[in-house]
């Protein structure tokens, strides 16, 4: 959904900051500083975006040829990185339950070689799960049911219901836990799902996608994540799609109108093409800039270059910068940008996870004196903003087919172009859907109650640091506020004949005021941190 919005401030805030607030799908320039792998091998060449009978010419969606790999080449899901979580939001006095990929994992931190492990999350002498477990005292991973521990390599340690002069069970390679891949880059946990021994040095051969702008001290560093109850391939070809923008997501985000206004949510037409398509996924091009699909889980916008606040104060009424015309700059302007940045993780069939962080290097005190969890109010309230759609909209979709996408799909425009470009990746490399190996059928869990889809609670904030600390504060200073205006009234009814009268009313006042902020805020923790309604038709 080129949805998400860099930062979520205040439109109080100065001009500098609010190009933040706006979809990638406007601002884009030429930027060339990701290196990617994609194949350069050429083979047979694809005329149109779209060629199905039930679409339209292909001069109509787009004219760009369309480079693909060799027919029998096939993408290997289980020979990818996949990122788990970001480092920020792991807490290392515990083990986190995760699931990637269709695999329950257990993620924790070894304090003893200092670094992230990913194990299955499953004990070797009764499968339970790890991640119910603790750290014991000594570093290793303690399974609480009956206590065996493990090493960061997955050896079990202790039995104690071994005999300690009896034969050393706890050495046997049954005993042992299943240890997958693991390394940190740009600040998240990064696994490789597959446990076989020559994959033990596998980061010396492949390494996850780099991302420099999140090791750069230059910039930003916020970010957010949020499981998704739809699919991987729904996820992706949303945050490719700039044309819902306007409509899903009216009057959340901020975004400059044409002069040419169609209608009052401001949708125009878009100019895009995929110019190519390899094995390893491909990037688009468009007026603005560009972006890239790296596979199987990074899509990395480019965003255009800002040279001065003046630039971003006339994009932000919609009006051409100096950059987009390529007037020259004085060399002595630092180049302000801001990058958009989706990791888009498969969970199992109808569930995925996102990663998102917009870099940028201008306006950088804004994120150091104001909260994460500010930041995701709005940010969450974008994804609520179409999720029951999209959820819906995944069914209808399985229930024709995925690899059917072209016969049930009617997309005329060239706005479409990424979307028809990953359901063409998706189809050439690997039959028209993810690979879930032996583990799943394609079948989608059934739709819950509105109010549990768009949960907040379990799906943010339990896995975000910074608004699981808020949500306790608040639902504290809700308490401590209900417990002064009980207390306030209480004084008030046994000292009532030795208060004076204006001292009896200043009290019940501040007892009422201060109950009322308290069912305020209760409104306000339910409605950021559980469930926040989204109805399209009153929004006007």
């Avoid at 199905?52 to 969606?61: A, E, F, G, M």
């Avoid at 090493?151 to 005999?163: H, L, V």
């Avoid at 768009?454 to 608004?467: A, E, F, G, K, L």
């Amino acid at each position: 959904m080129e949805a998400l919005t860099a930062s979520s401030f205040n439109p109080s805030l100065n001009h500098r900051v609010q190009l933040i607030k706006f979809k990638p799908m406007l601002y884009f320039s030429q930027f060339n500083t990701i290196p990617t792998s994609f194949s350069s091998s050429k083979s047979k060449i694809y005329a149109a975006l779209s060629s199905s009978s039930s679409s339209p010419p292909s001069s109509v969606v787009s004219s760009a040829e369309i480079e693909t790999e060799k027919e029998d080449e096939k993408f290997d899901w289980f020979s990818q990185w996949y990122p788990v979580m970001p480092e920020c939001d792991l807490d290392k006095r515990a083990p986190h339950a995760k699931r990637v990929l269709g695999l329950d994992l257990v993620v924790w931190w070894d304090r003893n070689e200092n670094s992230w492990k990913v194990f299955d999350d499953m004990c070797p002498h009764r499968l339970a799960p790890l991640s119910e477990g603790r750290v014991d005292q000594w570093g290793r991973l303690q399974c609480v049911y009956h206590g065996w521990c493990f090493n960061g390599s997955g050896d079990c340690k202790f039995i104690p219901q071994a005999p300690p002069d009896g034969p050393p069970v706890h050495t046997f390679k049954k005993a042992c836990v299943n240890v997958y891949p693991s390394t940190v880059q740009n600040g998240i946990v990064w696994f490789w799902p597959n446990t076989e021994p020559q994959c033990n040095d596998i980061i010396m051969k492949k390494k996850p996608p780099y991302i420099p702008e999140l090791d750069d001290p230059s910039y930003t560093k916020t970010i957010g994540n949020r499981d998704l109850p739809y699919g991987y391939e729904v996820l992706i070809e949303n945050l490719m799609d700039p044309a819902h923008v306007p409509y899903a997501h009216y009057k959340i985000m901020r975004i400059p109108q044409s002069k040419v206004k169609l209608d009052k949510e401001g949708g125009v037409p878009i100019e895009m093409s995929v110019p190519n398509i390899g094995l390893n996924g491909f990037s688009s091009k468009r007026e603005w800039g560009g972006s890239k699909f790296m596979a199987p889980c990074v899509y990395y916008a480019f965003p255009e270059l800002v040279t001065d606040e003046s630039s971003i104060a006339d994009q932000s009424k919609g009006l051409v910068s100096s950059t987009r015309n390529n007037e020259e700059q004085p060399s002595h302007v630092a180049k302000q940008r801001v990058v958009l940045i989706f990791i888009c993780i498969p969970v199992s069939p109808g569930k995925s996870r996102v990663i998102w962080t917009f870099p940028r290097n201008f306006a950088v005190w804004i994120d150091r004196i104001v909260p994460r969890w500010i930041f995701h109010l709005n940010q969450n309230l974008i994804l609520d903003s179409d999720l029951n759609l999209l959820h819906l909209e995944e069914r209808k979709i399985m229930a024709v087919g995925p690899s059917n996408w072209q016969r049930a799909f009617f997309v005329p425009t060239k706005s479409d172009a990424n979307v028809i470009a990953f359901r063409k990746w998706l189809n050439k490399y690997s039959g028209g859907q993810l690979n879930w190996g032996e583990k799943f059928s394609q079948t989608l869990p059934p739709t819950p109650p509105k109010d549990q889809l768009m949960d907040r609670y379990w799906t943010h904030v339990v896995n975000c640091q910074s608004c699981n600390i808020a949500y306790k504060a608040l639902n504290g200073l809700e308490l401590v506020l209900q417990v002064i205006s009980i207390v306030s009234l209480g004084f008030v009814a046994t000292t009532k004949d030795q208060l004076p009268t204006p001292s009896r009313i200043a009290l019940v006042t501040m007892a009422i005021l201060l109950f009322a902020a308290s069912r305020w805020l209760s409104h306000f923790i339910y409605k950021h941190f559980h469930f926040h309604d989204y109805n399209h038709a009153l929004v006007q």
